[in-house]
């Protein structure tokens, strides 16, 4: 969340987004904040996190040797961090 | 299957990582561990005939370089195809790590995510006691070592 808030070129977005994130409750409060205000940032919020997740999955599978590091590179290179629009 | 690793000495460590092991084993004779709560993952995995035989899944607790050198004794030679496995269902369990009660678990030979409780295990029948749970990994395991203490705080 605070990666796709620093990332967007929307500044006045990624501040309320940030803003969102701090302290308990960042979760929801991101989620208000993203439904309620930036709608438009919706579909990329989730193909960021998606595809974050992704890579995170991955990341974790070959740090625990459960795929091999030939593989994880190959997706790892094919499917790049994610840029907020 | 799986061949964990175990230091010499009275204790046995199975999957050391930096987080205190939540290795799936319950205690039980025998299961196939269905995984019915973990989303799509309903497939039920090869029951076993013992459960001293071996462990078939490692936390999802397991994630850094201690847990990845761990693992790198732990299965040598056997990987997972990427290609099978359903990177979103992991990415959830992975973000899903936040309660003492439950675990998500991934199973090294299949891949496969279920889900693990405190009270029921992972395959809703074997319950799991909070405090211990007796469990062996490999022929390697000496009769009697392989009880460990549930650790107070799984998230370290």
Known sequence: ?85 | MAAWHETSGADTEYLPTDRPSAVSETAGPSHGCASAHAGNATKAWPARSSAPESIRSMPLLARSSHGARAAEETYPGRVLDLSSLDLEEIANALADQTGYEHHWLISPDTGEIAFWTADTGIDGQTPVTSTSWTWSSSSRCRPGSGTRTWPTSPMG
């Open chain 1, 1 to 85: 969340m605070a990666d796709f808030a620093d990332g967007l070129t929307d500044e006045r977005a990624g501040r309320r987004l940030a803003r969102a994130i701090q302290g308990k409750g960042a979760f929801r409060r991101f989620k208000d904040e993203l439904h309620g205000e930036c709608p438009d940032l919706v579909p990329a919020w989730y193909v960021f996190r998606d595809a974050r997740g992704r890579r995170r999955a991955v990341q974790w599978l070959a740090d625990n040797s459960l795929i091999d590091d030939g593989s994880a590179d190959r997706f790892l290179s094919g499917h790049p961090d994610p840029v907020p629009p």
